[in-house]
C-alpha cells in the first residue's frame, strides 16, 4: 500500500480560514487583541508527523449491508467499512492510518439558503453573526465595534504578502447569512447556495432541530473519498481531467486576482459539479464544512480505529487559548498556490462562534436515536 510522500503542505499558505482571533473580538472575554494574534497565524506545532506511518494501513474495506430503510430527505446512505485517513502531504494530517466506520447517511449538499432559512424562519433562531456582542464582555472595547456582524472576504486591488491575512479578511457589521458581503448584500437569488457566516455553534442548533447531528472527521473524509482509496482529489489523482474544473477554488493569483475559470467568484449553487462515488456534492471547495471533533494537529497519533470522535479536548498552537473544532473541505478560497486544504485528506479549524463568507455546514444521521452534536 505504500507510495511515496509528497512533501508535507506548508502550512502558512494552506489553511485561509477566517483566523478565530478577528472574530472572537467580537464573541468572547480575550483581550482586544486580535491584530496581533492574527498576525501570528502561520506556524504550527504538528507532533503527529513524528508518528508517520503507512505500515498500519489496510486495504478499503466497504460494508455492503442494505440500507437500514429509506434515506431521509435530501441525504444518501454511506456504507460502513474501513479506509486510509490522512494525508502524507498535509502536516497536521498524518499518520495515515486505518479507521473502520459504521454506516450513516448524509445530506447530498451542503445546508443551502433556503434550508437555513426554513429553520430560522420555523425557530427563531439567531446566528451568532446577527447577535450584537455584550459590552460587558469587553471592557474598553471601541463602542463601534460591539455591533453584530461577520467576517468577509474582501480582495486587495493588487498582490499583497500571503503573510497579511489582514489584507483580504474584514469584519464588517451587519453582515450574516442573510447578507453575505455586508449590510447591504443580500441571499435574494442565491437559494441554492450554501448557507454561510455559519459558526459551530449555528450547525449545531440547525442539526438538532433537524434531527441530525454534525459529522465525525472521519465520517466526513470516509464520504468525501466517495470509495476511492488515498487519491490526491474526491474524484482522482488529476487536479483537471480533461481540462475542465471539478471544484469550486480559486483560480489564479491569491488574494487579488479570481480568474474563475470555474465560472463563480465566490460560493456556487449547491451541485454545481459532478457527485463523488457516494452520490455527494461540493465535498472539495464551495464552503468549509464543520465537523463535531475538537481540533488537534496530533489528533491521529491517538486516534480510536473504530468510529472515532476526536479527541477530548483542543489544541491550537497557533492560538492556544482558543478552543477550536474541525473543518473539512476548503472552500472557494481554496488556491494552489496557496491553499491545498480543498483535498479529501486535508483539515481545516475554527473557534465554534467564529463564523466567515466560507464556513458552512452540513449534516449525517445515524440508524436509531441520534447522539448529541456537541
Excluded at 483560480?251 to 479570481?258: A, I
Excluded at 491545498?340 to 483539515?347: K, T
Aim: charged share 20%; hydrophobic share 35%; aromatic share 10%.
Amino acid at each position: 500500500m505504500s507510495k511515496p510522500a509528497r512533501k508535507p503542505a506548508q502550512t502558512s499558505r494552506a489553511n485561509p480560514t477566517a483566523p478565530a482571533t478577528l472574530t472572537l473580538a467580537a464573541r468572547t472575554s480575550r483581550p482586544w487583541s486580535w491584530i496581533g494574534g492574527l498576525l501570528g497565524v502561520g506556524v504550527v506545532i504538528v507532533a503527529a508527523g513524528l508518528f508517520y506511518s503507512l505500515s498500519v494501513a489496510a486495504p478499503r474495506t466497504v460494508d455492503h449491508r442494505q440500507e437500514p430503510g429509506p434515506a431521509p430527505e435530501g441525504m444518501v446512505w454511506i456504507p460502513g467499512g474501513s479506509f486510509l485517513m490522512g494525508s502524507n502531504e498535509i502536516d497536521d494530517a498524518h499518520p495515515v492510518h486505518t479507521v473502520q466506520l459504521t454506516g450513516f447517511w448524509m445530506d447530498r449538499t451542503e445546508v443551502t439558503n433556503a434550508q437555513f432559512a426554513r429553520f430560522a424562519d420555523a425557530s427563531g433562531y439567531k446566528t451568532v453573526a446577527e447577535r450584537a456582542p455584550d459590552p460587558k464582555d469587553f471592557p474598553g472595547a471601541p463602542p463601534e465595534m460591539l455591533v453584530a456582524g461577520s467576517i468577509v472576504f474582501t480582495p486587495p486591488p493588487g498582490p499583497v504578502s500571503l503573510d497579511e491575512s489582514l489584507s483580504w479578511w474584514r469584519y464588517v457589521p451587519g453582515t450574516d447569512w442573510r447578507h453575505p458581503e455586508g449590510p447591504d448584500s443580500t441571499i435574494e437569488g442565491r437559494e441554492d447556495h450554501p448557507a454561510v457566516h455559519i459558526c459551530w455553534d449555528d450547525a449545531v442548533a440547525y442539526a438538532r432541530w433537524a434531527g441530525k447531528r454534525l459529522p465525525t472527521e472521519a465520517e466526513w473524509e470516509f464520504a468525501a473519498r466517495g470509495g476511492l482509496e488515498q487519491k490526491r482529489y474526491v474524484w482522482g489523482d488529476e487536479r483537471l481531467p480533461g481540462g475542465v474544473c471539478q471544484a469550486n477554488n480559486w483560480q489564479g493569483e491569491f488574494p487579488n486576482l479570481n480568474e474563475e475559470r470555474d465560472g463563480f467568484a465566490r460560493t456556487a449553487p449547491v451541485g454545481s459539479f459532478s457527485a463523488n462515488g457516494y452520490g455527494l456534492l461540493d465535498m472539495a471547495g464551495n464552503a468549509w464544512e464543520w465537523c463535531s471533533d475538537w481540533y488537534r494537529p496530533d489528533a491521529y497519533a491517538t486516534h480510536s480505529l473504530k468510529d472515532p470522535r476526536g479527541p477530548a479536548s483542543s489544541l491550537d498552537p497557533q492560538e492556544p487559548g482558543i478552543p477550536k473544532r474541525v473543518q473539512r473541505g476548503g472552500s472557494f478560497l481554496c488556491s494552489d498556490t496557496y491553499c491545498v486544504r480543498y483535498l479529501p485528506g486535508a483539515r481545516g479549524k475554527g473557534s465554534a462562534d467564529s463564523a466567515a463568507s466560507h464556513v458552512g455546514f452540513r449534516c449525517v444521521k445515524t440508524p436509531g436515536p441520534e447522539a448529541s452534536s456537541g
